[in-house]
């Protein structure tokens, strides 16, 4: 293989793909910059306070955990253990079947997404319903999502009117506006027929046992109007201390994701519904879901569990950029992703092993991050794991960096390598021997060599300072 | 499960006995996060706050009266408690549904429910379980009037969030429903309200339908 896989998925985009990916994302980091600048004298500050908050979460989680199992049980919710994925499955297929229903609405859940959960509903017989009109899209083209908050960043409209019309959902018209409204009419008596209602969490206050969900469709909101069983599925790093906290993490996750002070729907569930509400989940079932998070707490990579799912990081990212969600062949994608995909994986460290390498470390990731997450270094450690444990895998299309390796740690040949560089630019490089640097310089250029620059300067002027 | 939640202690416990010490937690003041720009609290911050989330704001029933009007809608739902004083003020050419049918859904053309509280940081309704009669009133119809006595204002969501009782179902409104998930155009109205409306009742008059 001559190509990273990141890299060979890339190439196959279609220049359409690759431009809504391209726009979709950066208008993102737009937005989330002017909100934060707009609102806040030193954004970072909150962003480090966030990020202690988050560690101090996951470094006593156990104590939290059960504190939150206990809260949620006193609130009338029942609270479900889940060692692995399979299990959580399991658990909500035991839900959905005691409920006697057919459908099932679902809002956008990543931790559903790790157990395939509308899939496998669908394949034991079920109608799941994807209610976020992204998520939606993606069931229908039986496809996967490429974002965590923007599902379908790479469908143009087109895309998705021909994805309409083929389902029946009206004859092909790619008027963002026409689509949402069919999606609308269509879904609607959906949230009424279901019995059964999926939603993840994106915090649970260990004090109040509080859910928190993040919408901007309201479609969590028709979910819990109308149906009579509520599921929460949830990664047990989800937990936070209390509902103070709340104010603190929910501002930086909106600002973080979309940009806005505010999504339109927070809704906040400690339980099912009050005894004078004729709507809503008369059951609430909270699964718990470990699946490798328990291994990775108290480690040097536990810090990527703080991540709150905001996706400011693949928006930031050059190579998420270029290549898409699905290039990085699991749930999560982009730099978090690289990191997060390899240590949850049932024994698939070595399959995505590669992931680490598909960053440039430029260092965007941690800058945006607003629990303040070192993602670049987490790669780095990743990296060198992979070399440690010699998983040949993550080396697969990577140019061999021996000699690299052996100059920079031998200064005076790095020095005369500095003069002689500018050979560089002489040399056809898309001829070179190497077939891993071949292909990347198959799409790639070098700037002209100005190696040398710096160390002259720093001579020049560390020479003029010494002589006063 | 029981089993699995066992397994899954004694692994944390495992892993966290790893660390040297543990991240002590960060003291900080609960509305940290409030942009200094954005404190305060009034009834005309509020309003202006509202307007910005795309809530239209609706000072008195009579204004409500000519919107409903406007938007050529006769017939929705509305709390059984605010039912009575509204409907003598909207006029006969509106009719107030006191329960919301299920098999109707697509007659309600408005819902008219009750607002517990008001964020004036984020122009935000707080609408708590036990006051609202009906969530599906409050999220199906096209046009969602949320009644707000004025004087229930906190002035930061996190004032608003550290204060909430053990209500078990709470939803924070700002603005109306909206996707950008085609091509990131934004569009109103995917699921929940495509119109969002808070109506000021001053029930110094009327402390009955006091919401």
């Given amino acids: 293989m001559n190509r990273q896989a990141l890299d060979a998925y890339a190439q196959g985009l279609d220049d359409a793909v690759l431009e809504a990916i391209d726009v979709g994302a950066r208008s993102g980091v737009d937005k989330r910059l002017e909100t934060l600048t707009e609102d806040y004298d030193d954004p970072d500050a909150l962003r480090r306070l966030a990020g202690l908050l988050r560690q101090h979460t996951l470094d006593h989680l156990d104590g939290y955990l059960s504190q939150v199992e206990k809260r949620l049980i006193e609130n009338g919710a029942r609270v479900h253990f889940a060692a692995t994925t399979d299990r959580a499955l399991e658990i909500v297929l035991d839900i959905v079947r005691a409920s006697g229903t057919r459908v099932v609405t679902k809002s956008k859940s990543m931790a559903s997404e790790e157990l395939d959960l509308a899939r496998r509903l669908a394949s034991e017989g079920f109608e799941p319903l994807e209610t976020d009109l992204g998520e939606f899209v993606v069931q229908l083209d039986d496809d996967h999502p490429s974002h965590i908050v923007k599902p379908i960043i790479h469908k143009t409209r087109r895309d998705v009117a021909r994805s309409f019309e083929r389902n029946g959902l009206g004859d092909y018209n790619d008027d963002p506006e026409t689509i949402t409204r069919r999606a ?62 709340l104010a603190l993490l ?219 | 499960m029981a089993d699995d939640r066992a397994l899954i202690f004694a692994r944390l416990r495992e892993s966290l006995e790893r660390l040297d010490c543990r ?13 200094p720009a954005r404190r305060g609290n009034s009834r005309a911050l509020f309003s202006q706050r509202l307007r910005a989330a795309n809530t239209q704001v609706v000072e008195s029933v009579s204004a409500l009266a000519g919107l409903l009007e406007d938007r050529g809608v006769r017939c929705g739902y509305c709390d059984p408690v605010l039912a009575p004083r509204l409907s003598t003020a909207l006029g006969p050419q509106i009719e107030l549904l006191p329960t919301f049918d299920r098999s109707r859904i697509d007659d309600y053309r408005f819902g008219i429910t009750r607002a517990s509280a008001g964020i004036v940081e984020t122009g935000t309704l707080v609408l708590k379980d036990r006051d609202t009669s009906d969530r599906l009133g409050a999220v199906a119809p096209w046009i969602h009037v949320a009644c707000l006595d004025p004087r229930d204002l906190y002035s930061t969501l996190a004032e608003a969030i550290t204060e909430l009782d053990d209500d078990p179902n709470v939803i924070l409104i700002s603005g109306h429903s909206q996707t950008a998930d085609v091509e990131g155009i934004m569009i109103h109205g995917v699921h929940g309200p495509g119109e969002q409306v808070c109506l000021f009742l001053n029930q110094e008059e009327d402390p009955e339908t006091r919401p």
């Avoid at chain 1, 080396?395 to 500018?422: N, T």
Wanted: aromatic content about 8%.
């Fill in chain 2, 23 to 35: 991240t002590p937690y960060p003291e900080f003041a609960a509305d940290v996060a409030t942009p």
């Fill in chain 1, 184 to 245: 609308r009419a269509f879904m609607r008596r959906k949230f009424l027929e279901a019995r059964v209602t999926i939603t993840g969490a994106n915090f649970i206050s260990a004090q109040s046992g509080r859910v928190a969900l993040v919408t901007n469709e309201g479609n969590a909101r028709f979910g819990l109007a109308g149906a009579d069983v509520h599921i929460v599925l949830a990664g047990i790093e989800k937990v936070i201390p209390g509902d103070r906290d």
């Fill in chain 1, 250 to 468: 929910l501002s930086l996750l909106i600002r973080s994701a979309t940009g806005q002070r505010m999504t339109s729907y927070v809704e906040l569930v400690a339980g099912p519904r009050s005894p004078t509400q004729p709507s809503g989940p008369r059951e609430m079932h909270v699964i718990l879901m470990d699946a490798n998070r328990s291994s990775i707490v108290g480690g040097d990579m536990a810090p990527i569990l703080r991540c709150i799912r905001c996706g400011a990081c693949m928006n930031s990212c050059p190579v998420y950029r270029q290549s898409s969600g699905h290039a990085y062949r699991g749930v999560y994608p982009g730099p978090m992703g690289a990191v997060l995909g390899p240590l949850l994986a049932d024994g698939g460290q070595d399959q995505l092993a590669d992931l680490a390498r598909a960053s440039t470390l430029c260092g965007a990731c941690g800058d945006v991050c607003p629990v303040d997450i070192p993602i670049p270094d987490l790669i780095a450690r990743l990296r060198a794991r992979s070399v440690k444990n010699q998983l040949t895998e993550a080396g697969h299309g990577v140019p061999p960096m021996g000699i690299y390796s052996f100059l920079a740690r031998h200064p005076r040949l790095w020095r005369l390598v500095m003069r002689l560089g500018w050979i560089i630019d002489w040399i056809p490089l898309r001829r070179f021997p190497v077939p891993t640097a071949r292909a990347w310089f198959d799409s790639r250029t070098l700037p002209r060599w100005r190696g040398g620059r710096f160390r002259r300067w720093f001579r020049r002027t560390e020479r003029q300072r010494s002589r006063g």
